[in-house]
């Protein structure tokens, strides 16, 4: 089954409103709305991010973000593989870059789709939502990752939506916490694996849905 959920497009509309006033932000990037105006995605909403201070043109920022999201997938394919719990997807960004004709030409941003019904799950620092059962699932995620990569690395920050028709969840922006240090911003290196876990109780067993 695929996973990954792409764009699907080349092309979409954002508006000058809209990325003057991002409806989401992150501790790094700003997040704005627009529409997909090509490919069978046409006329569904995306998003498009970009770094708030000094990152809007530099090659090294996306490439090390797309490299956690690189990561993230093969953990999740694994995870999936073992069927432990329903499917989980992720969102597969691609850097597209504004036209030379717009009011910000040149700069260079992260596209995806649109993810309805917003949910964090867990932060990189150890707090953990307690709603649902998808709050058990994603724990239990974050710690298989920890146990899979002989404690390198654990992928957390997970947050995104359900998908419709009962196709599982999908995730968008996973942070990976190595103690390589090598991916991206967001990495917090050992210090961070350290905190996630100081902050964080093993997860129930879950049922597993």
């Excluded at 797309?66 to 073992?82: G, Y």
């Excluded at 917003?118 to 998808?134: I, R």
Aim: contains cysteine.
């Amino acid at each position: 089954m695929e996973t990954a959920r792409h764009n699907l497009s080349s092309r979409a509309t954002f508006t000058q409103y809209e990325l003057d006033n991002p409806f989401d932000e992150g501790q790094f990037r700003y997040v704005a709305k627009g529409v997909y105006t090509n490919g069978p995605r046409c006329n569904q909403p995306c998003v498009c991010k970009w770094f708030k201070t000094g990152a809007v043109y530099e090659d090294t920022y996306f490439e090390k973000d797309l490299k956690a999201v690189d990561k993230a997938q093969e953990i999740i394919d694994t995870w999936n593989a073992l069927n432990i719990s329903n499917t989980i997807h992720l969102n597969r960004p691609e850097v597209w870059v504004f036209d030379r004709d717009s009011r910000r030409p040149g700069q260079k941003t992260l596209t995806e789709p649109f993810i309805n019904n917003y949910t964090k799950f867990n932060s990189n620092s150890g707090w953990a939502c307690s709603t649902d059962g998808w709050c058990e699932v994603m724990q239990a995620l974050s710690h298989f990752s920890y146990h899979r990569s002989g404690g390198q690395l654990v992928l957390c920050d997970l947050q995104g939506g359900m998908l419709s028709r009962g196709r599982g969840a999908v995730l968008t922006d996973p942070v990976i916490m190595s103690r390589s240090r090598s991916y991206g911003v967001t990495d917090l290196g050992s210090d961070g694996i350290s905190t996630f876990f100081f902050s964080t109780a093993v997860p129930p067993a879950c049922t597993c849905f």
